[in-house]
T-cell receptor, first 115, second 112 residues
């Protein structure tokens, strides 16, 4: 596709429910990243994928968060038993590969609101 | 000390002036540096990347990198009201770790 796409654009859920966020990277990009941005805050790294593997999961805030990527393309970020502090914009980015000079391009984000 | 630091602003400049945005980083071995623009309610948009010491120009934007002093800056010439946004600095630490470290951003306001 022309750019990174994410769905849904907005998600409102009740505390305790599970949610699944989807990211479709730029075609041909092998690296995929998930970030979280709370209101008025900077970007918080969550996880990245190279192909289908996730070498660095260090940013996942708790074991309620998980992510997978299949076929080296689409990725899903799952949050189980959502809490109000999970409310944020979840951003996905992709780059042609890993390495020093690979620029990341962001999708439009998913705004998650946990009531 | 934060790994990537930016003044939160707001930085206010008159239309047509040069806006100067600065970013310092703590990891001396960092190799790649990026500037993103983020409009309110939108996702970050890549403006420029810079990898070598010195200046890199792209239209009205110039990125400047000084690895010895561990800072990177972004100059916006002939600033326009449409440049009003938050500018995020991102740093790619030394090879082996591929997650970007983002600063919290500088809010720029260009006054018409």
């Amino acid at each position: 596709g022309a750019g990174v796409s994410q769905s849904p654009s907005n998600k409102v859920t009740e505390k305790g429910k599970d949610v699944e966020l989807r990211c479709d990277p730029i075609s041909g990009h092998t690296a995929l990243y998930w970030y979280r941005q709370s209101l008025g805050q900077g970007l918080e790294f969550l996880i990245y994928f190279q192909g289908n593997s996730a070498p660095d999961k260090s940013g996942l805030p708790s074991d309620r968060f998980s992510a997978e990527r299949t076929g080296g393309s689409v990725s899903t970020l799952t949050i189980q038993r959502t809490q109000q502090e999970d409310s944020a914009v979840y951003l996905c980015a992709s780059s042609p590969g890993l390495g020093d000079n690979n620029e990341q391009f962001f999708g439009p984000g998913t705004r998650l609101t946990v009531l | 000390q934060k790994e990537v630091e930016q003044n939160s602003g707001p930085l206010s400049v008159p239309e047509g002036a040069i806006a100067s945005l600065n970013c310092t980083y703590s990891d001396r071995g960092s190799q790649s540096f990026f500037w993103y623009r983020q409009y309110s309610g939108k996702s970050p948009e890549l403006i420029m990347s810079i990898y070598s010491n010195g200046d890199k120009e792209d239209g009205r934007f110039t990125a400047q990198l000084n690895k010895a002093s561990q800072y990177v800056s972004l100059l916006i010439r002939d600033s326009q009201p449409s440049d009003s946004a938050t500018y995020l600095c991102a740093v790619n630490p030394p090879s082996g770790t591929y997650k970007y470290i983002f600063g919290t951003g500088t809010r720029l306001k260009v006054l018409a």
